[in-house]
């Protein structure tokens, strides 16, 4: 049986910082399964599945305040299980551009939650258009449809749910 934790930081950006993280990880003989990074603001933020016997993950849980300390990042840890995969899923890729505004992420995911439909994962960015400078928006999602859904119903009306806010587009299913 495979044991999971869920590791978050969070602190100044500095380069060497996922290094020094990924290191108190090997040395703790734990491995990094899927992680996502970035640097928001002026601040680097990490969240990683980590996996490893149990005497290797409590040995990671004892050094991570230090560790934190000592790498100036807010840490937090979640002990966790596997992902349970429902064969009756479909997994849709939804990307959407619009002009930036409040409330955009909301609006999304009140639409699916409305329908049953998880977020699996969500990324956004703001940017500057180009030539124009106009700030921009970008979402991009994985969300899991229930494979009872009438997909030619659900992709209709969320292009109808776009239209009326002005977001530009694309719900297609994921091919992997």
């Known amino acids: 049986m495979q044991n999971l934790l869920v590791v978050t930081a969070l602190g100044e950006d500095r ?9 108190v990880i090997v040395d703790s003989g734990c491995n990094i399964e899927n992680s ?8 680097f ?13 409590a040995k990671l849980e004892s050094s991570l305040p230090q560790a934190g ?8 840890t979640k002990r966790t299980d596997a992902p349970t995969r ?4 479909l997994a849709y890729a939804v990307e959407v551009i619009s002009v930036d505004h409040p409330g955009i992420v909301h609006q999304l995911s009140n ?12 990324s956004t960015a703001s940017y500057a258009a180009a030539h124009t ?23 209709e009306e969320f292009m109808d749910f776009c239209d009326r806010l002005n977001l530009d587009a694309i719900m297609e299913p994921v091919k992997s």
């Open 15 to 23: 380069p060497g910082i996922v290094d020094e993280l990924s290191r």
């Open 36 to 43: 996502r990074m970035t640097v928001l603001g002026s601040d």
């Open 45 to 57: 933020a990490v969240i990683m599945l980590v996996s490893g016997r149990w005497n290797e993950l």
């Open 69 to 76: 300390r000592r790498l100036g990042l807010l840490l937090n």
């Open 86 to 89: 429902r064969g009756d899923l």
């Open 111 to 122: 639409f699916f939650a409305k329908r049953s439909i998880n977020i699996r994962d969500l």
């Open 133 to 155: 400078g106009t700030p921009m928006f970008s979402v991009l999602m994985t969300i899991d449809v229930p494979a009872n859904t009438h997909i030619a119903t659900l992709r």
